[in-house]
């Protein structure tokens, strides 16, 4: 059992039911997901943090994002293991390939990190991600893990 970190769209499950695409290849999860009065989602993106065995389905999945590029350890089990491994561990400490890939994903997705150095956190980084993808710039992970 391992810990990820997905962008994907939200998908209607059933009518007015909205998921994050990444919840079906999750055994379980939990997500940042802004909605409207009305319920329906209030952004074309959804952050969710969720659990599996097996990740092959949602590697293979290409609408959805894996933001750290698959680094994170299979050894991080817990969202405390998470919490941790993102607080402690800065850009500078991953390889420049997925640094690089995350700074290209983030300029298609209009999220800035031109302001974020080598010492920015991955911690720093999550929240930028879903401060700008839900639309909200009070947005803080406290509510998220």
């Not at 097996?54 to 750290?68: E, I, K, R």
């Not at 031109?114 to 406290?142: F, P």
Request: proline fraction near 7%.
């Amino acid at each position: 059992m391992s810990i990820r970190i997905w962008i994907s769209p939200p998908v209607e499950r059933a009518p007015n039911v909205w998921m994050s695409l990444a919840e079906q290849y999750c055994r379980r999860s939990v997500n940042w997901f802004p909605t409207g009065p009305n319920g329906t989602p209030a952004s074309s993106w959804v952050v969710t943090m969720g659990e599996s065995d097996d990740w092959s389905g949602a590697d293979a999945d290409g609408v959805m994002f894996d933001p750290f590029n698959n680094i994170l350890p299979l050894s991080i089990d817990t969202v405390n293991a998470l919490r941790t491994y993102l607080h402690n561990t800065r850009l500078t400490d991953v390889p420049a390939s997925v640094e690089a890939r995350l700074r290209g994903k983030a300029t298609q997705l209009s999220i800035p990190m031109d302001d974020m150095s080598s010492m920015t956190t991955l911690a720093e980084v999550l929240e930028r991600i879903v401060m700008t993808l839900t639309g909200s710039r009070n947005a803080s992970l406290q509510g998220f893990f």
